[in-house]
């Protein structure tokens, strides 16, 4: 009822202006049947993704797993903060990165998370739901050791 009412007060207000242009009649005429073929298009039932798809797709937000829940620190302003993963990195050597004082490369397993790629300045731990990124510190250009 509530589209029937609309598509009524839009062809009357487009009845309206088409009879104040200046063109002839034949073209208004034209105009007129444009515009009620817009709307009618308007009115039709549009299909979008099914249930089964909307379903299907992932949630944009990260979960915590329990032990990283236990890891969040609530600040001043109320906010949620998530505690980092407990892995750092400590360098990395050609194809090798040390993690929490252990060796690993490429494909090798560390807790349920698969190292799947190895920069220079970083690398990538992956599995089933998260993918995470550790980098290596960058030294505070600030202090020198003599």
């Known amino acids: 009822m509530k589209k029937l009412m609309m598509t009524t007060i839009m062809l009357g207000s487009v009845t309206l202006q088409a009879e104040n242009l200046p063109a002839a009649g034949g073209e208004r005429l034209a105009l007129i049947e444009e ?9 039709e ?10 379903e299907a797709v992932r949630p944009p ?19 949620k903060v998530a505690v980092k993963s407990g892995y750092v990195l400590q360098a990395i050597v050609n194809d090798r990165a040390k993690i929490n004082g252990k060796w ?5 397993r560390i807790d349920d998370y698969t190292l799947v790629s190895i920069q220079s300045s ?3 731990l992956q599995n089933n ?8 510190r960058k030294k505070n250009e600030k202090i020198s050791i003599k």
């Open 61 to 79: 937000f990260i979960r915590l797993s329990k032990e990283e829940a236990k890891k969040v620190v609530v600040k001043k302003d109320g906010t």
């Open 122 to 124: 970083g690398l990538f």
């Open 35 to 43: 515009y009620k073929m817009m709307f009618s298009k308007i009115g």
């Open 104 to 108: 690993y490369k490429k494909g090798d």
């Open 45 to 54: 039932k549009r299909i979008g993704a099914s249930t089964r798809e909307i």
């Open 129 to 136: 739901e998260f993918k995470k990124r550790l980098t290596l």
